[in-house]
């Protein structure tokens, strides 16, 4: 399944303060202002997600940089979704035109539709039902002390293993599901439909994440959306992770 995404989608005819909640500016002890930087517009999607949106130039082309977690933004959890990257883009971007008033041109829609977009990090993950919530944790404790990867022996923080936590390439980590969405930060709205039932399903669940930042994806001629088919996320997770680990 496709989770987190930073994606940049190009859009003519954009006003730039649509795309900005302010700005950070760094300013001398003579008052002057040094440096600039606008902060990203956080949108509100369903439940608690949200996404940060931003404008961008890119190859001389406006551009909206759409960064976070697309599936969760979209149905307000991320217990299952879709591996299917092109499509998941399109809706976000028919979306965020919508709430932004967007008004793309029909090359620019295009583009989102073939996926000629730009990316920047793309998470793939996969969830395995255990026998109890007390086989996730014996796993993970297990996994502590035994796995190792390219980066060596993984980290725990907070009941997430991590392998690379700090690499600028790719990162492993494993959870327990339920754990994460009943925690301070990530826990599952009251408010979602079918709460009890997301609960149940997420009980005993371990998580896989695999994080591709930039350097990564370049390396694997996987920086542009149309690269990605339904099965990309499974099979780097599956094939490259296990080399990894």
Known sequence: MIDWVTAYLPCENIDPLKL???????????????????????????????????????DGQPQIRVSGNFVKWLQGHNLFGTSDLVPLIYAVGLKLCKILELSPTPHNLQAWQTGDIWLTRIDCTEMWKLKSQGDVLGWLNSAQFQARSRHGSPIMTGGTLYFG?????????????????????????????????????????????????????????LNTASCWKASTPKHFLWNISTDWI
């Open 20 to 58: 900005q909640d302010g700005s950070w500016c760094e300013i001398s002890q003579a008052g002057n202002v040094i440096k600039q930087v606008m902060k990203p517009l956080r949108l509100g999607g369903s439940h608690s997600s949200s996404l940060a949106v931003s404008y961008w130039i890119r």
């Open 165 to 221: 936590k700090h690499s600028r390439r790719w990162t492993m980590k494993f959870y327990g599901k339920l754990e994460e969405i009943t925690k301070k930060g990530h826990k599952l709205p009251y408010s979602i439909d079918d709460y009890d039932k997301l609960l149940e399903f997420a009980e005993s669940m371990l998580r896989a994440e695999l994080t591709l930042r930039s350097p990564e994806l370049g390396k694997l001629e």
